[in-house]
């Protein structure tokens, strides 16, 4: 199964601690999405990445957040100092390279993150 | 303004109703239009896409009014398995963005 893989699935982190969250896109993805789902809220999306670029973060907080995608590897969402309010589902999303009309995003199973 | 509004529901519906979803969206430019279905602790997963004509899968059918800016979902004869949170999706040059869901809940 080539599907969108993230980890870890669950983490658990105490306020202050570094959060890192993995996801590599399907085979032949180059577009990378992540999401935050706050518990019984909808899906808000962070950023937006190709390799080695950020298309758009228009949707991640100022401060302590940072995504990359690089050249070789997963991308990476990294939360520096980790507050209570960053307790979330983190979705990972993928498509392919082509732009255009049609093209949806398949989702990852989801890094559950709980800060305590 | 958000950028995809829906309802957020619940929706309560009897085994069998047919039930209707609407959402708008703001940028006039957008290219493509999905629904997804995700269920209680798991990630979204594409219900279908949304075609200007409007398209029809089974029991749901999808509607896009492009002058109006919203699409819409139809699941008509409800079953227990559609219970879950419906999310619209609009796409403008692979730039996915999501509304916050509706709520769907059928019972016997």
């Known amino acids: 199964n080539a599907g969108v893989m993230q980890n870890p699935r669950h983490l658990v982190r105490r306020r202050g601690q570094e959060a890192r969250l993995r996801c590599s896109p399907m085979?032949?993805?180059?577009?990378v999405y992540w999401y935050r789902q706050l518990p019984e809220e909808g899906l808000k999306f962070m950023v937006y990445?190709?390799?080695?670029?950020?298309?758009?973060e228009s949707g991640m907080p100022k401060e302590r957040f940072s995504a990359e995608f690089p050249k070789e590897g997963p991308s990476i969402l990294r939360i520096q100092q980790v507050v209570r309010g960053d307790s979330a589902a983190y979705f990972c999303?993928?498509?392919?390279?082509?732009?255009?009309?049609?093209?949806?995003?398949?989702f990852g199973e989801g890094s559950w993150l709980t800060v305590v | 303004r958000k950028e995809v509004e829906q309802d957020p529901g619940p929706f309560n519906v009897p085994e069998g109703a047919t039930v209707a979803f609407n959402c708008t969206y703001s940028?006039?430019?957008?290219?493509?239009f999905f629904w997804y279905r995700q269920d209680c602790r798991k990630e979204p997963k594409l219900l279908m896409s949304v075609y200007s004509s409007g398209n029809e899968d089974g029991r749901f059918t999808a509607q896009l009014n492009r002058a109006s800016q919203y699409i819409s979902l139809l699941i008509r004869d409800s079953k227990l398995s559609d219970s879950a949170t419906y999310l619209c999706?609009?796409?403008?040059?692979?730039?996915?963005?999501f509304g916050a869901g509706t709520r769907l809940t059928v019972k016997p």
């Open positions: 940028n006039s430019a957008s290219q493509s």
């Open positions: 999706a609009v796409n403008k040059n692979n730039d996915m963005r």
């Open positions: 990445l190709q390799k080695e670029n950020i298309i758009d």
């Open positions: 999303a993928s498509s392919p390279q082509t732009q255009g009309a049609g093209n949806t995003i398949y």
């Open positions: 085979k032949g993805h180059s577009h």
